[in-house]
């Protein structure tokens, strides 16, 4: 049994098949899924990997956590959940990022969320009542639920009765939904068919745990090499020319500080430009033939 991964919902499309054939499929995006700690036999009694996905603001972030993710070296995170483990093997190393290749195209995963919201909704909406009669007899009444309760004995609603309620945002585990491409270079994933939860709500993603998993699956976890990274070059010293120099100018005297303030006072006028508020002979003229006329 393998960790699973904290993903973030963007949204539908579709994808292109060989043969023709479209597949409506949702998209995953993995934010710097990272791990944050380990459980081990010895000191929690059980092994376990817990990651954290997302980038928090501090103070969102209460002091224990930011505690923990300064001891694992990884930056605030928005979401951290834990995942089960089969021994001591499959544990990912701390502060290791998971890539989106830790799944492959072809297997099944199980994905948790949160359902949509709804509201408050009436019996109808929520249960698939067929409502009361739509002619005689019923007023204003068409989509009420009708009698709850029963006689005097026992004289209550029993619990758990079907009535109007909050609708929506529970927690649903969608399974065996399948991988149809992985893209490592943007970290995404993309899942055939729809999965419980509003877009950029977060999703755990695991192995189907009721169908055998595939083999070639990365073990522990496909991470990410930050080492074979591009690093960004500088130029050697000695080689930046001349041109590019920057040219250094030595501090203004208090003395050229007064020149300068008081050729800004004056303004920069010469025969062609005029200075602040002063005015050329041809403009004089041509006001004075405007005042005549």
């Not at 995006?29 to 929690?44: G, I, K, M, Y």
């Not at 969102?60 to 951290?80: D, I, S, T, Y």
């Not at 007899?137 to 109007?164: E, L, Y």
């Amino acid at each position: 049994m393998r960790s699973g991964v904290i993903a973030k919902k963007v949204g539908m499309t579709r994808l292109f098949q060989e043969d023709g054939r479209h597949v409506p499929v949702t998209v995953l995006a993995l934010e710097d899924c990272q791990v944050v700690s380990h459980r081990t036999a010895d000191r929690d009694g059980y092994y376990a990997v817990q990651l954290g996905a997302g980038e928090a603001k501090q103070k969102n972030v209460n002091k224990p956590q930011r505690e923990a993710f300064a001891k694992a070296e990884v930056g605030l995170k928005m979401r951290v959940a834990e995942f089960r483990v089969q021994g001591e093997d499959a544990l990912i190393p701390v502060g290791s990022t998971i890539s989106a290749e830790h799944f492959i195209a072809g297997q099944k995963v199980d994905i948790t969320g949160h359902t949509q919201g709804k509201g408050f909704q009436g019996a109808m909406k929520r249960w698939g009542f067929g409502g009361m009669r739509a002619t005689h007899g019923v007023s204003i009444s068409h989509r009420a639920h009708g009698s709850t309760g029963n006689r005097q004995d026992p004289g209550r609603v029993f619990k758990n009765k079907k009535m109007a309620g909050h609708m929506g945002d529970k927690q649903r585990t969608q399974q065996n939904l399948e991988v149809v491409r992985t893209d490592a270079t943007r970290g995404l994933i993309f899942v055939k068919g729809s999965v419980p939860g509003a877009k950029n709500s977060w999703m755990l993603v695991r192995d189907a745990v009721k169908l055998v998993a595939p083999e070639g699956l990365p073990f522990p976890g496909a991470v990410i090499d930050r080492n074979s990274a591009p690093q960004h070059e500088e130029a050697p010293a000695g080689l930046v020319e001349a041109a590019a120099e920057h040219e250094v100018i030595e501090q203004v005297t208090p003395e050229q500080q007064e020149v300068l303030a008081a050729e800004q006072q004056a303004g920069a006028g010469d025969d062609v430009t005029p200075a602040a508020g002063e005015a050329t002979p041809e403009s004089g003229n041509a006001s004075d033939e405007n005042k005549e006329g």
